[in-house]
């Protein structure tokens, strides 16, 4: 019996975060930069400005170019003469200061250190775009924050090298936002063939491990690349790099993959369909996924198979086990096996904090023993892989795992052998569209294969 929990699917999932590409920020945020701007530009004001000298504007980091002035320019008696009549003279010049992360550092500490305030740190912290961003420091990191006496008047830091969070007060209290730095996509592709394994094959053509990982998930429903990879076997690989002045940050997602298993022929082009579903399908415009992941989640073993004659652990009786137990970690994220709607999520019984899904087709998909639940609400639409909850040992359960349940027109099936349903192919309406635009693809995995090979032969 598989594992499935071997590194193919484990590796995939963090590769489909990079692979993704630039982390999507959410539109809001784009709100948020207009009002940020606006005070940027006050605080970067005119130079002749007595009471906002042009320093520390935190879009200058955005833009990775320009780096900020780090002493304030020294003023003229003029100047002096200017701010002592302005009414604000009492006001301290706002001063920049940089923040550099040691061991066993933490905002808080370091805030102390440098005599800033710690209410205003609370109240950027409490800011749900900028929690996430500030909690977790690294030794070594930077962060620039420019303050009047220990008052915080904007911060920034770097937190990819895809983006830079900026928190500015306002008369409303603190902002924040996350500006994306300018990226350039590049497309990219290889064609190689296996001699000894799949990732030296990759190496040998400079195709990294990550990019291997998404094109396996890619064809995981077709190719047990555990089990089925044969030597002579070939791959043929387009992706998309991410570049920012004109140093390559990151691989981004495949555009479009083949892959000889065997001697048979595996195709998938990337397609995002005028709606805006994205998918990766056959030329013939079938998705290559099934509707239905077989196991929900990244499991250590199956501890307990689908039986209909099973002694339960706990109450020691012969009680029939309608799912699979698959022993992980308490905290595993459990995702949603197919796309669906929550139909119940709440304490049910010995099965403790369940979820249920109602997918389309008449099945529902039931998860249970949940340490706890993820965003998604009853009622709500899930997508495919979305997280729904975690491993725990909520109510009869001996020790950390998910009982998943799989049933169809209320039947239960056993998940790891029932036959899944394919995932929805392209529209109709659409198939036009896919068409012109996968043949483009399509002869750009032709050109990789044919240019490899010739290469390799001369
Ligand atoms: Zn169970």
């Known amino acids: 019996m598989k594992d499935y929990s071997g590194g193919i699917r484990h590796d ?23 009002p940020v701007l606006g005070v940027i530009l006050v605080l970067a004001g005119s130079a002749d400005d007595p009471i906002l000298p042009p320093l520390a504007n935190p879009i200058a980091t955005a833009g990775a170019t320009a780096r900020m002035p780090l002493e304030l320019p020294k003023p003229s008696a003029a100047d002096s003469l200017a701010a002592a009549a302005a009414p604000q003279e009492e006001l301290a010049q706002p001063v920049l200061t940089k923040l550099v992360v040691g061991a066993g550092d933490s905002l808080e500490r370091l805030f102390r250190r440098n005599e800033l305030s710690l209410s205003d740190l609370a109240a950027m912290v409490a800011l ?86 998404d094109m396996a998930g890619i064809f995981q429903w077709d190719i047990d690349f555990i089990q089925d990879v044969r030597t002579g076997d070939e791959f043929t690989v387009v992706y998309d790099e991410l570049w920012r002045d004109g140093v390559k940050l990151q ?13 048979k022929l595996y195709r998938a082009a990337r397609y995002t369909d005028p709606s805006g579903e994205i998918g990766y399908y056959t030329p013939d415009g079938r998705s290559v996924r099934k509707a239905f992941l077989r196991a929900p989640l990244e499991f250590r073993r199956i501890s307990s198979n689908f039986n209909p004659n099973r002694r339960h652990p706990v109450l020691n009786t012969i009680r029939a086990h309608r799912g ?14 197919g796309d669906g709607k929550i139909s119940f999520r709440g304490v049910n019984g010995g099965y403790g904090n369940t979820v249920i899904l109602q997918h389309g087709g008449n099945i529902t998909t039931l998860y249970a023993h949940l340490s706890r639940f993820a965003a998604p609400k009853l009622g709500a639409r899930v997508k495919q892989g979305q997280v729904i909850g975690y491993v725990g040992k909520s109510g009869l359960a001996t020790g950390p795992h998910l009982h998943y349940e799989y049933r ?29 635009i996968s043949a483009g693809l399509w002869h750009q995995l032709d050109l990789y294969r044919s240019t490899q090979l010739a290469s390799a032969s001369n």
């Open 128 to 213: 749900d775009d900028a929690r996430a961003h500030l909690v977790k420091l690294l030794p070594g990191n930077k962060i620039e924050v420019v303050h009047r006496d220990g008052s915080i008047i904007a911060l920034s830091r770097e937190i990819s090298r895809l983006a830079t969070l900026n928190i500015t007060r306002t008369p409303e209290g603190f902002v924040a936002g996350l500006i994306e730095h300018p990226v350039e996509t590049r497309a990219a592709g290889a064609h190689s063939t296996i001699r000894s394994s799949l990732f030296e094959a990759a190496q040998e053509v400079g195709v990294s491990g990550g990019v291997i990982m």
């Open 408 to 436: 169809v027109n209320g039947a239960h099936r056993n998940p790891r052998t029932v036959t899944l349903p394919p995932a929805d192919p392209v529209p109709q309406e659409y198939l036009q569209d896919f068409e012109t």
């Open 12 to 34: 995939y999932k963090q590769v489909m975060m990079t692979g993704a590409g630039a982390p999507r920020w959410p539109w809001f945020v784009v709100g948020l930069v207009v």
């Open 251 to 263: 691989d981004s997602s495949i555009v479009a993959a083949e892959f000889i298993n065997q001697g």
């Open 324 to 337: 699979v137990d698959y022993a992980a970690s308490s905290g595993t994220p459990v995702q949603a096996a």
